[in-house]
């Protein structure tokens, strides 16, 4: 325990309790818009494609947070807009278009990586690795949270209608189309700036888990954004702890608490729970 | 304070000269390539109920998401009251059809209605108390005050889909767009739906609806536009439903009509 005291003081500790609490609002918070708009599968496809962004950014610029930084945006872009382009042609449905999409990108990711002989580094991005976050990845992790929760909260009456009922909210004169584009842009700037903390694979977990679980037990729209937040926030702090004691993977096991939280509210909330006329 | 918004026609039915039409001019609509809507023309005034009848395929929701502003025709033009009809955002209120409507969205039947007023307060101002007395007046006048705080998929089908029009009320829209509202109705649901349309349209309101029932169509609506791709009869239903009329509309594969 007095080991565990000890680390805490380190600034390294800090700094990741801090991208902890950050990275989980932030997901938490944007969490809400994956589950209202049911298209958690999609975003998991994505935030695999962002590999190859990653990879093909190093191998062209070295390791800059900058570069890679954009360069999983234009990959996360590129397989999503690519796999709705494909769709619209008629030729492929989508969910089809972005499996064969994804798991392509994601596989040159992985071949460009291995040739760069950053084999070690692979497992950071596809679980995360906390520790290494520096000071510029949490200001970004600040920034790009700050920039979801702004905009959501001040575009919040149209962009709940946009959710509900695309079709009336464009008849209603609501830009509908940009709406869409700007969700999936925050997504993917919110699963970005996460990457470090919880890796490619695992990030879908965190980007949709606390607001599923706030669904369960609220049936009130706002109180998922502000309560995923809390719970996202509040589960990987927790989590952070417990990892060290218990020498666990720091992501895998904020991952694997969001899902124990989102477990227990489906067996006992008490609006929807499973267990809750046997009680 | 009486804006030129807050019109109503007293007594609807009779003719405004002039004014409350709607008038559609030449309409087509393709997707991609291939074409759905050609040469469309009707006009129909505030306080009818009007059909869009037709085939499968036939363009029924096409002309809908025109209407609505879903999207752009490739030729061909709408107005109301010789305005064009999508400078006025306020005045159409899509309804959309009830298997499209995710019912589980955390949302409650007040917050439905309130998106009502979103085309009159735009993205920066709130609800003030002048909406929110419109909101409580839409929900008192479908009955829905005392379920305003129930989550919409506590509700049973009527009160879904009345809890849909009272949001348009609310958006004090004159013209009414529903997708196929009758679906999955029962006859007591169809009559009490078909009632509460008429006493919308009878206080000055125009509703244009997707049909797809031959037999109830009469019962329901006074006005129907037969269409299949083309415009093929319009006027007052029991006219257009006439035997010649579906049978281009429907060809062999017309369904029997029971009068």
Known sequence: MNEFLQFLTEPIALRSLWACAVIGFANGFVSALVVLRRSS??????????????????????????????????????????????????K?????????????????????????????????????????????????????????????????????????????ATAMGIPTRAFSYGIFALIILVLVSSLQAVGAFLTLGLMVAPAATMRLLTDRAALMFWGGGLIGCCGSVLAFFLSYPLGWHPGATIIVLQGCIFLTAWLLSPKYGLLRHRS | MVSEHDHICWGGGHHHSGGHTLAVEGLCAAYGKTAVLSDISFSASCGQTMALIGPNGAGKSTLLNLLAGLMQPTAGAMSWNGVPLHSMRHETAFMPQRTEVDWRFPITVRDLVEMGRYPSTGIWRSLR??????????????????????????????????????????????????????????????????ALLRSLAEEGRLIIASHHDLSTAAQIFDHSLLLNNRAIAFGPTAGVLHEQNLHTAFGKRRLTVTP
């Not at chain 1, 494609?49 to 947070?65: T, V």
């Not at chain 1, 692979?122 to 949270?145: E, K, Q, Y």
């Not at chain 2, 007395?133 to 009160?159: N, P």
């Open chain 1, 92 to 168: 492929a449905d989508h969910d089809t278009a972005l499996s064969i999409l994804h798991t392509t990108a994601f596989a040159l990711g992985y071949i460009i990586l291995i040739r760069l002989g950053l084999q070690q580094k692979v497992d950071d991005w596809l679980f995360g690795n906390i520790m290494s976050m520096s000071n510029t990845d949490l200001w970004i992790a600040w920034g790009t949270g700050a920039i979801a929760v702004l905009a959501i909260t001040v575009l919040y009456r149209p962009l709940l209608i946009c959710l509900f009922d695309p079709r009336a």
């Open chain 1, 41 to 90: 599968l999609q975003i998991g496809t994505i935030s695999c494609a962002l590999l190859p962004g990653i990879a093909l950014a190093i191998l062209l610029f070295g390791f800059m947070q900058l570069s890679i930084l954009i360069g999983a945006v234009i990959a996360g872009l590129m397989v999503g807009l690519g796999s709705l382009f494909i769709a619209r042609s008629g």
């Open chain 2, 129 to 194: 108390r002048h909406d929110i007395e419109i909101v409580d007046k839409a929900l008192d006048t479908l009955e829905l005050t005392e379920l305003q705080h129930r989550q919409i998929g506590a509700l049973s089908g009527g009160q879904q889909q009345r809890a849909f029009l009272a949001r348009a009320l609310a958006q004090e829209a004159h013209i009414l767009l529903l997708d196929e509202p009758f679906t999955g109705l029962d006859v007591p649901g169809m009559e009490s739906l078909a």
